[in-house]
């Protein structure tokens, strides 16, 4: 890797497997000094909370944590920070899976499965699973950032405008198998999201759209505010419409994950440290991707993808594994480049500076401690989120024993305190409001949010990745295949929305359901 | 008219709407494209299966129902009224007093439970959230009314 060497240290590159282990094993040490370990601990634990919370994120507590930087013992400080993100990953299932609100933007896809799981008395091994699945995607990921940060921080350089523009079209194939009904219906809602996300000023111009000269709209509209309409208080009012007045089956199946569960979860798993671990790297790229991406995979190669989304475990093991795999490999960018590419990582950014610790291509070498300190504390606060989590399952459990008509109160307190919070705008409340009664709707007349939901998240990286290309290569559709990463994906983009018609399996199946219609 | 073909008109007319604010927010030039740009093609997209989804409606039954009953119907303006109403007086009210009326709305109007435990568990939901929120998370939630007291 000659860039490489021109990039990081001859002595980094050329390290051996066995001296990375040793680094890790040191670093695992130094994170678990007491001092470490309780700030260690703070951190899971308070990021589990506000991963539990709809609308309460990490970039908001870490944002309160600053001030604290100026006091506590810098590595100790970094840990907590650093557990804060990783555990708002472990908490952002919870809601998804018991009251279908996503804790989190990243849990959004669990919604569909783990929802359903819940309603079948399955919540345990769906809470189970998530957390299983996110201690062996994030523990694994960390190994995959010891060992592959500098080369990956490489390839995601090579990623530009077209590159990024063709990943993006290759993440909307996957409305392909995110879809239950029929495909233009799926398609129109990935298209909707797409112009929802084209509300506010214009990345590149700062043009207003489709603001109407509403002030709130010129930030335009927030993730949380849609999912937490779209999901939570739409789910409350279909219950509440429903005559038969019992949500939840009252028997409980389970706490844990059955032998069965864990067969069916185990290649998800995998698949999604992978995935999520690649995707994550990916400067730029929101977790959220990775989890819809698995997702999608899933279904694609299930020998049973008609399950999903009616309680496919496999639906919750891939994307809540894939969250935290993407969530450890996202500090690639920043702790190799020194590119902070959101919100929480220019936060940490900012308290790694307040320590003069400078991210970067040197840090690895010139902050050895550092880093190796961060990668096994990572190590150890996984094992806290799952030792803290697996017990909490029982709690939860007993969560959705209440009657409903103590529970619907509390979904939509808890999704209003979540949308407020996020910008402390009443408007984000109404907006709430809005897509509540739009999701109702479109559950009315069978339309999926989840694909909107794609579109929303999707649609603003794909629009700029698109205009930059265009403006690159001065009006030229070429570049989105002259450019060997970007045609792959393009390649197989299309592979995706072909393969169903060459398997026969989905076409099969809207044959069915169109003469099912008629 | 079907229900289907009403959505597919629906659909078309947004589709048109956006597609024309889209085109008067400027489109640009291929080299240098335009805000206008991605939401035309996007609008220009819904505006085309829309018609497809038209053209295909005649004939078909309607596949799905809206609810009908007056009182399934109550609950849900009542679960929208009640938060908009949340939302209008938050920041005059504050946090605690506005979720204690929510809550005590919910149970009574549309749980149908006794006054006492509507207003029992509505005061005990204010309180807690108010200290998990408000206190211990400092979720910067308005205070309202109750700004000395609290």
Redesign the interface.
Known sequence: MPNCRAVFSSRFCERQPLETLNFLFQGTLAAAAPVNLLYGFAGVLLGT??GV?PG?GPAGAIA?LLPLALHAPPLAYLIMLFGITYGAQYGGSTTSILVNIPGEASSVITCLDGYAMARQGRAGPALGIAAFGSFIGGTLAIFGLAFLAPALAELGLHFGPPEYAALMLFGLTALVYLAHGPM?KA??MA??G??LA?VGL?P??G?P??TFGILILRDGVGLTPVVIGLFG?SE??LN??A?TGEVFQNKVRGLLPTLQDWKDSAAPIARGTLLGFFIGAIPGLNVVIATFASYAIEKKISKHPEKFGTGAIEGVAGPETANNAASCSGWIPLLSLGLPTGSVTSLIFGALMIHGLAPGPLFIKNSPEVFWGLLGSMVIGNAMLLILNLPLIGLWIRVLRLPY??L???I??FG??GT??VS?N?GE??I??IF??VG?LMK???YEPAPMVLGLVI?PL??TA??RS??MS????AVFVNRPIAAAFMILALFMLLSPLLTRRRLGQEIIEKLE?? | MKKELVISTIWLLLALYLSVAAYQLSLGSFGRPGPGFFPFGAALAIGVIALFRLLGAHGKKPATTLATSGSEWRKIVCVIVGMAVYAFLLESLGFAVCTFFLMAFYLKIIALQRWQLSLGFAFAVALLAHIFFDRLLNAQLPRGILESLL
Do not use: C, H, Q
Request: hydrophobic share 60%; no cysteine; aromatic share 14%.
């Open positions: 909370l506000v919370l309460l309160l233009d398609l129109l298209l909707f797409s112009l084209s214009d590149l111009t043009t759209r489709f208080v409350v009012l509440l419409e005559k008509f103590f619907f109160p509390l939509i307190l209003i305190i407020y919070t402390g009443v409340v109404v709430t409001i509540g009664l109702f009315k007349f069978a649609g794909l629009e698109i205009r265009l403006i001065r009006g030229s559709f219609e008629n």
